[in-house]
C-alpha cells in the first residue's frame, strides 16, 4: 500500500526523448512517412492523438481508403499506390479482406510495434514546440492517459497531423479555403454560392436484429427531414460511406468549431436514422437497428501549408511531369458544396484526368521552415488540386516520399529544398523505386547493376483456348494489348457468333499520350459480318510510332455473342465503356460548364470474380513477356508488360541473372505481380480473394549455391531480402515453387 500526504502541490511526470525524426500524426501518411524514415535507418518517434493508428481509415472513422485506382471507376490501369502503401493494403487483403475496420487498426498498429528503430507514442497530443531560427528543435505533447509530457528533440520533423500542428506552431504559411480563379486560372475554382471548403462527415453501421427494435430519437436530432434537399435518396440499405454525402461545417473553422460541426452532425445522423425508422416510409426498417455511430468526424479540408510549388488543377488535368516527381495521384478532382447535406447541388463535383498525375517533392516541404516536412492532406496544393489528392492511399504514398527523403537529407547532408534540386532529387526518385514505389513514366536506372538474365522459358501470347462461355457485347468492350515501337499488330481471330445476320465494327483505337489508357485516336476499323458461329479474322492496316497499349475495341450489339477464356494474364485485360456510379455519372466525362476538364469515354475493368477475356488466336505469337523485360527498371504495365511470364507449361520457372565479374550484394527486392490495378479498399467494402492470383506464394532466392531465402505465403508485390553480411556473388537465381493460382510475373529484382 503507498500512502501520499498531502503536498502544496503535484505536477504530472515527463519524459524527454531523442530522435532522427519526429513525425506528428499517426493517419495513413504518418505511418508510412515513419515506418520509411525507420527502415532506412533514422531512429524515429510517431506521435499520434488518438489511441488507434489509421486516421480517418481506422475504426473510429472508418471510411475506405483509396487512392489512384479510385474504385476501379476512372482509366487508370494498373495504378494502385506501391511501397509501404501497397504493402499495407496487400496485407490487409491477406488478414481481412472481410474489410473489418478493427482488424485494420490490428494491421496498422502490428506494423508500428514491430518495427525496429520506431517509437510509437499513442493518445499524445503535440501542444507546444520550440525553434532556432526557422528550425524546429523540438516539441512538446502530454498524453491524458498516462497523465505524462513527453519532450522529444530531434533534427527532422514531419506534419502529418492533418490539422498542420506543427506548421501552424511554427508560424509556416498556409491558406484555407479556395483560390478565387484568377490566382492560378483553375476554372474548377468555387465561386461563394458553392463554397470554398469540404466539410466532416460521419458514418454509422446498422444491422438486421431478429425481431423489431424501437427507435426513441435524442432531443438534438434533426426534426425536420425535409431541410435536407437530397433526403429522398435515403433507404434502409444505405449504410456506412453510402452516406459519405452526410457532410457538413465547410462554412466554418473546420479546425476550432470541430466539435459544434461534430454536434450537427449527429443531429443529421439521428434525424436520419429516426426518419427511417419513425416515417413509415420504410417498413423493412422495423427488425433494424444502428449498431455503430462515429464519435469523431471524418474531417476532409483545413489548412494547406505553402512549399516551393502549389499543385493546381492544371498539374492534374495535364498530367504535368515534374521534374521532382516523387509520387503521383489520381483520384478524380473532387469538391463538395460547403453547406453539405443542406446544399441544393449535388453532394460532389467530380472530374478526372485522362491518367495519372505526378507530384513533386517541391510540395512536401514548408518554405518557411528549413526542416519541416509536409504530407498528407497539408501538402502545397490549391483547394482544387486538394480536392484530387486528400485522398488516403495518396496520402499514404506520399508519407513514404517524406519519410525516405528524410533519411536521405540526413545522410547527404541536405536541407528539404536542397533535395528537391535537379542535381540531387535523382537520388530520393531512384531510392523510391528501388524500395518498389512506382511513379508513372519513370523508371529504375539499372535495377541488377549490370547482370544479364536468363529464364527457364517465356510466355508467348498466341492463342487462348474457348472455355465454352460467351459474353453478349451488349456494352462496348475492349481488349488491352501492348504495342512495340514498328510493330503492327498480327492478325487476330476471335470466335462470335449471332442469332441472326450482324454488322459488327471493330476498331483499333490508341492514347494520345503514352502511358495512359484513355483512347483519343482511331488508328484503323475492320467491319465483320457476323452470323452462325466461326472464328472471324481481324486485320489492321497500322504500324506503331512508338511503345504504347491498344484498345481491340468491339461496338456494342447484344445480339452478338463472343467466346471467352478461362486463361489469366498480367497485363492484359478486358474493359468496358460503362459507368462506376461512386466516381462518375455517365460512362462518359461530360463537363456541364467551363471548368477547363477533358471530356472522354470510361474504360473500366470488372472486379473479381466478374473478369472475362476473350479466346482469341494471334496469327504470329505477341511476344511480351520476354525475360529482359525485368532489367528495363518499369515496375508496372504502362506503355508495355514490363514483366517476365514463363511459359503455361513450365513446371518449374526460374530466372538467374549473372555478372561477368563478382558483384557485391547486400540486398535483394523482388518487384513482382500483384494486380496492380485492382482497388484494395480497406474497409467495409469485402473482397473475394486474400491474395490475387498472380502473386508469387513461394519461391526461393539463390546467391551463387546459397541459399538466402524460401519463402512460404507470401502475399506482397515488394519483398526485400536483406543478405546477413554483403557477399561476393557472380550469380542470383529466382526459382518460383507456386503462385495463387494464375501465371506469375516479374517486374525486377533490384539488387543492392
Same mark, same amino acid.
Given at each position: 500500500?503507498?500512502?501520499?500526504?498531502?503536498?502544496?502541490?503535484?505536477?504530472?511526470?515527463?519524459?524527454?526523448?531523442?530522435?532522427?525524426?519526429?513525425?506528428?500524426?499517426?493517419?495513413?501518411?504518418?505511418?508510412?512517412?515513419?515506418?520509411?524514415?525507420?527502415?532506412?535507418?533514422?531512429?524515429?518517434?510517431?506521435?499520434?492523438?488518438?489511441?488507434?493508428?489509421?486516421?480517418?481509415?481506422?475504426?473510429?472513422?472508418?471510411?475506405?481508403?483509396?487512392?489512384?485506382?479510385?474504385?476501379?471507376?476512372?482509366?487508370?490501369?494498373?495504378?494502385?499506390?506501391?511501397?509501404?502503401?501497397?504493402?499495407?493494403?496487400?496485407?490487409?487483403?491477406?488478414?481481412?479482406?472481410?474489410?473489418?475496420?478493427?482488424?485494420?487498426?490490428?494491421?496498422?498498429?502490428?506494423?508500428?510495434?514491430?518495427?525496429?528503430?520506431?517509437?510509437?507514442?499513442?493518445?499524445?497530443?503535440?501542444?507546444?514546440?520550440?525553434?532556432?531560427?526557422?528550425?524546429?528543435?523540438?516539441?512538446?505533447?502530454?498524453?491524458?492517459?498516462?497523465?505524462?509530457?513527453?519532450?522529444?528533440? @530531434?533534427?527532422?520533423?514531419?506534419?502529418?497531423?492533418?490539422?498542420?500542428?506543427?506548421?501552424?506552431?511554427?508560424?509556416?504559411?498556409?491558406?484555407?479555403?479556395?483560390?478565387?480563379?484568377?490566382?492560378?486560372?483553375?476554372?474548377?475554382?468555387?465561386?461563394?454560392?458553392?463554397?470554398?471548403?469540404?466539410?466532416?462527415?460521419?458514418?454509422?453501421?446498422?444491422?438486421?436484429?431478429?425481431?423489431?427494435?424501437?427507435?426513441?430519437?435524442?432531443?438534438?436530432?434533426?426534426?425536420?427531414?425535409?431541410?435536407?434537399?437530397?433526403?429522398?435518396?435515403?433507404?434502409?440499405?444505405?449504410?456506412?460511406?453510402?452516406?459519405?454525402?452526410?457532410?457538413?461545417?465547410?462554412?466554418?473553422?473546420?479546425?476550432?468549431?470541430?466539435?459544434?460541426?461534430?454536434?450537427?452532425?449527429?443531429?443529421?445522423?439521428?434525424?436520419?436514422?429516426?426518419?427511417?425508422?419513425?416515417?413509415?416510409?420504410?417498413?423493412?426498417?422495423?427488425?433494424?437497428?444502428?449498431?455503430?455511430?462515429?464519435?469523431?468526424?471524418?474531417?476532409?479540408?483545413?489548412?494547406?501549408?505553402?512549399?516551393?510549388?502549389?499543385?493546381?488543377?492544371?498539374?492534374?488535368?495535364?498530367?504535368?511531369?515534374?521534374?521532382?516527381?516523387?509520387?503521383?495521384?489520381?483520384?478524380?478532382?473532387?469538391?463538395?458544396?460547403?453547406?453539405?447535406?443542406?446544399?441544393?447541388?449535388?453532394?460532389?463535383?467530380?472530374?478526372?484526368?485522362?491518367?495519372?498525375?505526378?507530384?513533386?517533392?517541391?510540395?512536401?516541404?514548408?518554405?518557411?521552415?528549413?526542416?519541416?516536412?509536409?504530407?498528407?492532406?497539408?501538402?502545397?496544393?490549391?483547394?482544387?488540386?486538394?480536392?484530387?489528392?486528400?485522398?488516403?492511399?495518396?496520402?499514404?504514398?506520399?508519407?513514404?516520399?517524406?519519410?525516405?527523403?528524410?533519411?536521405?537529407?540526413?545522410?547527404?547532408?541536405?536541407?528539404?529544398?536542397?533535395?528537391?534540386?535537379?542535381?540531387?532529387?535523382?537520388?530520393?526518385?531512384?531510392?523510391?523505386?528501388?524500395?518498389?514505389?512506382?511513379?508513372?513514366?519513370?523508371?529504375?536506372?539499372?535495377?541488377?547493376?549490370?547482370?544479364?538474365?536468363?529464364?527457364?522459358?517465356?510466355?508467348?501470347?498466341?492463342?487462348?483456348?474457348?472455355?465454352?462461355?460467351?459474353?453478349?457485347?451488349?456494352?462496348?468492350?475492349?481488349?488491352?494489348?501492348?504495342?512495340?515501337?514498328?510493330?503492327?499488330?498480327?492478325?487476330?481471330?476471335?470466335?462470335?457468333?449471332?442469332?441472326?445476320?450482324?454488322?459488327?465494327?471493330?476498331?483499333?483505337?490508341?492514347?494520345?499520350?503514352?502511358?495512359?489508357?484513355?483512347?483519343?485516336?482511331?488508328?484503323?476499323?475492320?467491319?465483320?459480318?457476323? *452470323?452462325?458461329?466461326?472464328?472471324?479474322?481481324?486485320?489492321?492496316?497500322?504500324?506503331?510510332?512508338?511503345?504504347?497499349?491498344?484498345?481491340?475495341?468491339?461496338? *456494342?450489339?447484344?445480339?452478338?455473342?463472343?467466346?471467352?477464356?478461362? *486463361?489469366?494474364?498480367?497485363?492484359?485485360?478486358?474493359?468496358?465503356?460503362?459507368?462506376?456510379?461512386?466516381?462518375?455519372?455517365?460512362?462518359?466525362?461530360?463537363?456541364?460548364?467551363?471548368?477547363?476538364?477533358?471530356?472522354?469515354?470510361?474504360?473500366?475493368?470488372?472486379?473479381?470474380?466478374?473478369?472475362?477475356?476473350?479466346?482469341?488466336?494471334?496469327?504470329?505469337?505477341?511476344?511480351?513477356?520476354?525475360?529482359?523485360?525485368?532489367?528495363?527498371?518499369?515496375?508496372?504495365?504502362?506503355?508495355?508488360?514490363? *514483366?517476365?511470364?514463363? @511459359?503455361?507449361?513450365?513446371?518449374?520457372?526460374?530466372?538467374?541473372?549473372?555478372?561477368?565479374?563478382?558483384?557485391?550484394?547486400?540486398?535483394?527486392?523482388?518487384?513482382?505481380?500483384?494486380?496492380?490495378?485492382?482497388?484494395?479498399?480497406?474497409?467495409?467494402?469485402?473482397?473475394?480473394?486474400?491474395?490475387?492470383?498472380?502473386?508469387?506464394?513461394?519461391?526461393?532466392?539463390?546467391?551463387?549455391?546459397?541459399?538466402?531465402?524460401?519463402?512460404?505465403?507470401?502475399?506482397?508485390?515488394?519483398?526485400?531480402?536483406?543478405?546477413?553480411?554483403?557477399?561476393?556473388?557472380?550469380?542470383?537465381?529466382?526459382?518460383?515453387?507456386?503462385?495463387?493460382?494464375?501465371?506469375?510475373?516479374?517486374?525486377?529484382?533490384?539488387?543492392?
Amino acid at each position: 500500500m503507498n500512502i501520499y500526504p498531502q503536498t502544496e502541490s503535484r505536477t504530472f511526470p515527463r519524459q524527454t526523448l531523442h530522435a532522427d525524426l519526429v513525425v506528428a500524426g499517426g493517419g495513413l501518411a504518418g505511418l508510412c512517412a515513419a515506418l520509411a524514415a525507420a527502415r532506412d535507418g533514422l531512429q524515429v518517434v510517431l506521435i499520434q492523438d488518438r489511441p488507434v493508428l489509421g486516421g480517418n481509415a481506422s475504426s473510429e472513422v472508418r471510411l475506405w481508403a483509396n487512392g489512384a485506382t479510385s474504385h476501379m471507376g476512372n482509366n487508370n490501369r494498373w495504378a494502385r499506390e506501391g511501397g509501404i502503401m501497397g504493402e499495407i493494403l496487400e496485407e490487409n487483403l491477406w488478414r481481412n479482406k472481410e474489410g473489418n475496420p478493427v482488424m485494420f487498426d490490428l494491421v496498422l498498429l502490428d506494423m508500428a510495434k514491430s518495427q525496429p528503430g520506431l517509437t510509437l507514442l499513442l493518445n499524445t497530443t503535440v501542444y507546444d514546440l520550440q525553434k532556432e531560427g526557422q528550425r524546429i528543435t523540438g516539441v512538446s505533447a502530454f498524453n491524458a492517459i498516462n497523465e505524462t509530457f513527453y519532450s522529444v528533440t @530531434a533534427d527532422q520533423f514531419c506534419d502529418a497531423t492533418g490539422d498542420g500542428v506543427l506548421g501552424f506552431l511554427a508560424g509556416a504559411e498556409y491558406r484555407e479555403g479556395a483560390e478565387e480563379v484568377e490566382e492560378l486560372g483553375e476554372k474548377m475554382a468555387p465561386g461563394d454560392n458553392f463554397g470554398h471548403k469540404l466539410g466532416h462527415s460521419i458514418y454509422f453501421y446498422t444491422k438486421q436484429t431478429a425481431g423489431p427494435v424501437n427507435f426513441v430519437p435524442p432531443s438534438f436530432a434533426l426534426k425536420d427531414i425535409t431541410a435536407i434537399p437530397r433526403y429522398k435518396r435515403l433507404t434502409s440499405t444505405l449504410n456506412g460511406c453510402d452516406l459519405w454525402w452526410l457532410e457538413w461545417g465547410g462554412r466554418l473553422d473546420t479546425v476550432h468549431q470541430s466539435e459544434e460541426i461534430k454536434w450537427e452532425l449527429w443531429k443529421i445522423v439521428w434525424g436520419v436514422w429516426d426518419h427511417i425508422k419513425n416515417s413509415g416510409a420504410f417498413p423493412e426498417a422495423a427488425n433494424m437497428t444502428i449498431e455503430w455511430v462515429g464519435v469523431i468526424p471524418g474531417k476532409r479540408e483545413s489548412r494547406r501549408f505553402m512549399g516551393e510549388y502549389i499543385l493546381c488543377q492544371h498539374d492534374i488535368i495535364k498530367q504535368h511531369d515534374h521534374y521532382d516527381a516523387v509520387g503521383y495521384g489520381g483520384w478524380s478532382i473532387d469538391l463538395h458544396p460547403a453547406d453539405g447535406v443542406y446544399s441544393t447541388h449535388d453532394g460532389c463535383r467530380q472530374f478526372h484526368s485522362k491518367g495519372t498525375y505526378t507530384i513533386p517533392l517541391r510540395t512536401l516541404y514548408s518554405r518557411s521552415l528549413d526542416n519541416l516536412f509536409l504530407t498528407g492532406r497539408l501538402i502545397s496544393a490549391s483547394h482544387v488540386a486538394f480536392g484530387s489528392a486528400r485522398v488516403m492511399c495518396t496520402c499514404g504514398l506520399l508519407g513514404e516520399v517524406v519519410g525516405r527523403a528524410a533519411a536521405l537529407c540526413r545522410t547527404e547532408k541536405l536541407l528539404p529544398r536542397e533535395l528537391a534540386q535537379r542535381e540531387h532529387v535523382g537520388l530520393l526518385q531512384q531510392r523510391l523505386q528501388q524500395r518498389g514505389c512506382y511513379i508513372p513514366r519513370q523508371w529504375l536506372q539499372d535495377p541488377a547493376q549490370g547482370a544479364t538474365v536468363t529464364a527457364s522459358s517465356e510466355y508467348a501470347l498466341h492463342a487462348l483456348a474457348h472455355n465454352g462461355q460467351w459474353h453478349s457485347l451488349g456494352e462496348r468492350m475492349a481488349l488491352l494489348l501492348p504495342v512495340k515501337t514498328g510493330e503492327k499488330l498480327p492478325e487476330i481471330s476471335v470466335r462470335l457468333r449471332a442469332s441472326a445476320p450482324r454488322s459488327l465494327t471493330v476498331s483499333l483505337l490508341g492514347s494520345a499520350r503514352s502511358g495512359n489508357f484513355t483512347p483519343d485516336y482511331q488508328y484503323d476499323a475492320c467491319t465483320l459480318q457476323v *452470323a452462325s458461329e466461326e472464328e472471324y479474322s481481324l486485320r489492321f492496316a497500322w504500324q506503331s510510332d512508338r511503345e504504347q497499349y491498344v484498345f481491340l475495341a468491339f461496338d *456494342a450489339d447484344a445480339e452478338i455473342e463472343i467466346a471467352l477464356t478461362d *486463361a489469366a494474364l498480367p497485363g492484359i485485360m478486358t474493359v468496358f465503356n460503362s459507368l462506376n456510379a461512386r466516381v462518375a455519372k455517365h460512362t462518359r466525362q461530360v463537363a456541364d460548364g467551363d471548368y477547363g476538364v477533358d471530356e472522354f469515354d470510361f474504360w473500366l475493368p470488372r472486379r473479381r470474380p466478374h473478369q472475362v477475356l476473350p479466346a482469341l488466336r494471334f496469327s504470329q505469337p505477341l511476344a511480351c513477356y520476354q525475360a529482359g523485360n525485368v532489367l528495363n527498371g518499369r515496375l508496372r504495365p504502362e506503355q508495355q508488360t514490363n *514483366a517476365w511470364v514463363p @511459359a503455361a507449361d513450365d513446371r518449374a520457372p526460374e530466372l538467374r541473372w549473372q555478372w561477368d565479374k563478382a558483384k557485391t550484394i547486400a540486398s535483394l527486392t523482388l518487384v513482382q505481380d500483384n494486380d496492380f490495378d485492382n482497388a484494395m479498399e480497406t474497409v467495409q467494402m469485402g473482397h473475394v480473394l486474400s491474395v490475387s492470383p498472380h502473386c508469387i506464394t513461394h519461391y526461393r532466392l539463390w546467391v551463387d549455391d546459397s541459399l538466402i531465402a524460401e519463402v512460404h505465403n507470401n502475399h506482397h508485390s515488394v519483398c526485400e531480402h536483406r543478405l546477413p553480411a554483403p557477399a561476393e556473388a557472380r550469380s542470383v537465381r529466382l526459382e518460383i515453387v507456386a503462385t495463387a493460382g494464375a501465371l506469375p510475373a516479374v517486374y525486377s529484382l533490384n539488387v543492392g
